[in-house]
């Protein structure tokens, strides 16, 4: 599983709990990082496009949350989103089972599925015995 | 001979424990110094990083810092003025102190509270975000973090060290003058003389020099320390420790050398 | 509005300002804004002085030797940098001094005498009186006290001189031995070797004192350096020089006659009381010439400074 996970292309954004966020900065700052440094946006320009997709996702309320302040769902979706602004074609959530354990995860990943409307696919890895969770 | 030969072995152990630790750093600060050169370091993100650090390590503790000043520079002086006063040198006296506040001891002890206070800090947060596979994070979302994290605590480190050294080394030419002059103007033209003759072209450079090395050795070598951490919580510590170790080496190797320039 | 930055960019600003002052006022002190004032300083020797050794006026720097070279003829210029505002020290009527302490570096001192005098163009020549004079002279002084010593042991109360010509009255006679008749006035070889003695040292004090009124002409009728107050020491001392020279000389004479006509009891006493008179009054005024030159001696000086 771990194995198959280190083998993915580059091309790949994963959403995992071995990929944390930045513990000393806020929701909205970890999101915005990644236009800053990789398409160069101004810091403004770069907060209102995390904000708003962190609207689109239904949780802009956490945006100025630190990591630790968050509960595990709150962090999924930062995560989440910091994943999407990645805007690589494919997106891989990487046992979600170790990041939403409070919550009933395959339909909360549904419903941001759902909010979300982004191009591209999400993939779920997870162990095979969670199969029947997947199940309508 | 069993001894002699693990002795020896663990001897080399260490000189290539140092060359490597040595190595690392100064690859670091290449690479450090490759990317100052690159135009898309300088964005306004890593600006506000820089303005952070600053901030952190500065302007934080400014006025606790400037009151140890104070009280140090306050006490070398009058240990100076009285000493002088004893073996009837006082025409030395104002010089004296000047050189050793100003040029020697004010940019060492900056340093070393930079050291204790910021070092340690960056030391131990560098650590931590190696062993949570914060770095990591950052790699996958191609956030580079020597751009986004080490850059700009290299420079609040060395922006940190230069201005707080000149602060208080202008306190304690205030101090010296007060001190030795009293609340008057009379002094005025002898102490500028003195001071003229002291701060020439090649000693404000070297004080420079010195304090900007001083400000690149308490951020660098906590940030290559914290990034050799091996990824378990329980070697934190240890590498707090043995960064702050290093620092200090550095920090004594930099005066130690200063000094040599300077007088011999 | 964000505080953080806000308090950042103050500290920026305070900070830059501060450097800001401190470097105009370094570049101030360091005369950069003033035109630098140069003079050249001949000298028969280097012997000391090197690019940076201080220019002192009253114990204060007031500018630095840059170069040294020799000119067409040999000689030696110094060349030294004052700031503009330092240049008001520097009259014609300046000296120049090289100081040479047993503790501390080599400094050229400036003695202006009179401030009111006429003001130094820029690159005038200067002579720089050498450490020959200020060397010599704490030596030259020993020398004289040296000599001094000599007159004084020759004529203590005590001493051979007086007892021998005290006893010239109870002379019997003794004409044979090594010193003839002399012997036999003064009752023993011995005491006859300490007259002569002391006549030859009485003679050598008088070329010395020769030796020393010479130099004294040779400084006094040296063009230039040798500032007005100087002078007149130096005419002093030539003076007394003389002086001590002539009573000496006296000395020598009657101590002279003393042991020709010593055989005529009754003029011999009358002759020594008249001797004594004589080496007493060369000792004092010998003496006199040694605190003189002591006190006028320009070179001599306090060299203590104060800090208020």
């Not at chain 3, 002409?217 to 030539?238: C, K, M, N, S, Y």
Request: aromatic share 8%; with cysteine.
């Amino acid at each position: 599983m771990t194995a198959a996970v280190a083998t993915l292309p580059e091309d790949v954004a994963r959403v995992s709990h071995e990929l944390p966020l930045r513990a000393n900065l806020s929701a909205l700052d970890n999101i915005a990082l990644i236009p800053i440094y990789q398409r160069h946006f101004s810091v403004d320009e770069s907060n209102r496009q995390a904000l708003s997709l962190l609207e689109q996702l239904g949780h802009a309320g956490i945006a100025a949350l630190r990591d630790p302040d968050m509960t595990p769902a709150q962090r999924f979706i930062t995560k989440l989103a910091r994943a999407i602004i990645l805007r690589r074609p494919r997106l891989i959530i990487d046992r979600p089972g170790a990041m939403l354990y409070d919550v009933p995860y395959p339909d909360f990943i549904r419903e941001l599925a759902a909010q979300a409307e982004m191009a591209g696919t999400w993939e779920i890895f997870d162990f095979s015995w969670n199969q029947a969770l997947y199940q309508e | 001979m069993n001894f002699l030969a693990a002795s020896i072995e663990s001897l080399g152990a260490k000189v290539v424990g140092w060359f490597t630790v040595g190595y690392g750093m100064f690859a670091f600060l290449a690479r450090a110094s490759l990317l100052l050169l690159d135009r898309a370091t300088w964005n306004r993100a890593t600006f506000d990083v820089v303005v952070k650090q600053v901030y952190f390590t500065a302007v934080q503790i400014l006025h606790v810092f400037l009151g140890y000043t104070l009280v140090i520079s306050w006490l070398i002086i009058t240990i100076i003025l009285s000493t002088a006063r004893d073996f009837g040198l006082t025409e030395f006296a104002s010089e004296m102190t000047i050189r050793v506040l100003v040029l020697e001891l004010l940019p060492f002890l900056t340093a070393l509270f930079i050291a204790l206070r910021s070092g340690s800090a960056i030391n131990t947060e560098v650590a931590l975000m190696q062993v949570n596979n914060e770095l990591d994070a950052l790699a996958h979302c191609k956030v580079p973090p020597m751009q986004f994290e080490f850059l700009p605590r290299l420079i609040g480190g060395v922006v940190s060290v230069v201005t707080l050294a000149g602060l208080a080394g202008l306190l304690a030419l205030l101090m010296g003058y007060l001190a030795i002059y009293g609340m008057n103007a009379a002094g005025f033209e002898p102490y500028t003389q003195t001071i003229a003759k002291i701060f020439d072209f090649t000693i404000v450079a070297g004080l420079l020099v010195k304090c900007a090395l001083f400000g690149l050795a308490v951020t660098l070598i906590p940030v290559t320390a914290g990034l050799e951490t091996p990824k378990k919580l329980f070697m934190v510590p240890v590498s707090v420790l043995r960064g702050m170790m290093r620092v200090f080496f550095a920090i004594v190797a930099i005066e130690v050398v200063s000094l040599a320039l300077k007088y011999i | 509005m964000n505080k953080l930055h806000f308090k950042v960019g103050l500290f920026t600003a305070a900070s830059l300002l501060l450097a800001g002052i401190f470097i105009v006022y370094l570049l101030h002190a360091r005369g950069f804004f003033e035109k630098t004032f140069h003079l050249q300083l001949a000298a028969a020797s280097a012997d000391g002085v090197a690019p940076g050794v201080p220019v002192v006026f009253s114990g204060i720097e007031i500018g630095r030797v840059t170069t040294l070279g020799l000119n067409d003829s040999g000689g030696i210029v110094i060349r030294a940098e004052f700031l503009g505002r330092n240049a008001k020290w520097l009259r014609e009527t300046s000296t120049f001094t090289l100081d040479k302490p047993i503790v501390g570096g080599a400094k050229i001192r400036v003695d202006s005498p009179d401030l009111d005098a006429p003001a130094l163009p820029d690159n005038a020549t200067m002579l720089l009186l050498t450490s020959d004079i200020s060397k010599e002279i704490p030596a030259l002084v020993e020398r004289v006290k040296a000599i001094l010593d000599n007159v004084e042991h020759l004529t203590r109360k005590d001493g051979e001189i007086n007892a021998t010509l005290a006893n010239v009255k109870t002379v019997t006679g003794r004409m044979t031995g090594e010193y003839g008749m002399l012997e036999s006035i003064l009752g023993s070889k011995e005491k006859a070797r300490a007259v002569t003695d002391s006549l030859d040292k009485t003679r050598a004090l008088i070329t010395k004192l020769d030796a020393l009124a010479a130099k004294t002409d040779q400084w006094l009728f040296a063009q230039e350096g040798v500032a007005e107050q100087t002078r007149e020491a130096l005419v002093q001392v030539r003076l007394m020089l003389n002086d001590a020279q002539s009573s000496l000389k006296k000395a020598d004479a009657l101590m002279t006659n003393a042991v020709e006509i010593s055989a005529d009891v009754k003029e011999g006493t009358q002759d020594i009381a008249a001797l004594r008179a004589e080496i007493d009054d060369a000792v004092r005024k010998a003496s006199a010439l040694v605190n003189e030159i002591n006190k006028k001696w320009p070179f001599k000086r306090d060299p203590e400074v104060k800090l208020p």
